[in-house]
């Protein structure tokens, strides 16, 4: 059985820490298709994210934050046309911004879903502007951008166990089907919302 189509970006959304960036980079190799992380391009453009953070506040980077999620998502659209897909993995934060949220509407959203105490076991976190010496910060952060979360994701992977490789397969394995929303996704056929 041939592969569908990449009709619309892929993008990885997710909690701080949750493997957005790690396995959306896997996946990417796997489909032999660009991968873009939203955070790097932030940085290239605006200098380290919790300096900037620190300097200009959270709205401010919420607006440049949301400026780099539409160039890229562009991007991602002109390059489906002419044939090349590419997989993008945004910052934890990102999708709070109503702009990026609307900018998102057509995309194949992989949201990729962790525990606190998983989070806790293998990051540090003292680098993330929103959890400095704060760990239970993660938890109530998550609690407040789960709805928002749900509400975009067209499917749902866990990576708080199992390794990466096989979550890349796992989710690899459903872009090549065609990107069908699963059962927890709010979204039929990719792009239409239900209101529950």
């Not at 949301?66 to 991602?76: F, H, P």
């Not at 999708?95 to 057509?106: C, K």
């Not at 959203?109 to 239970?136: K, W, Y």
């Not at 394995?173 to 529950?196: F, K, Y």
Request: with cysteine.
């Amino acid at each position: 059985m041939s592969a569908s189509p990449i009709t619309e970006p892929i993008v990885f959304i997710g909690p701080m820490a949750s493997g957005k960036s790690s396995i959306g980079r896997r996946v990417a190799k796997q489909l032999g298709v660009p991968f873009v992380d939203s955070d790097k391009v932030f940085v290239a453009e605006h200098g380290v994210i919790a300096d900037y953070f620190t300097s200009h506040g959270e709205q401010a980077f919420r607006d440049r934050e949301a400026d780099v999620v539409e160039a890229l998502l562009l991007q991602s659209r002109a390059d489906l046309a002419s044939g090349q897909p590419s997989v993008i993995a945004l910052g934890g934060g990102a999708i709070v911004s109503e702009r990026t949220r609307a900018n998102l509407a057509d995309a194949h959203i992989v949201l990729v879903m962790t525990t606190e105490e998983a989070v806790l076991g293998r990051s540090n976190l003292s680098s993330r502007p929103l959890l400095a010496n704060d760990p239970g910060a993660w938890s109530r952060i998550l609690a407040e951008r789960l709805p928002l979360y749900k509400q975009l994701a067209s499917a749902t992977f866990d990576t708080s166990r199992l390794p990466k490789d096989q979550i890349a397969n796992s989710i690899t394995a459903w872009v090549e089907a065609g990107c069908q929303p699963d059962e927890s996704s709010t979204r039929r056929n990719g792009h239409d919302r239900i209101n529950a």
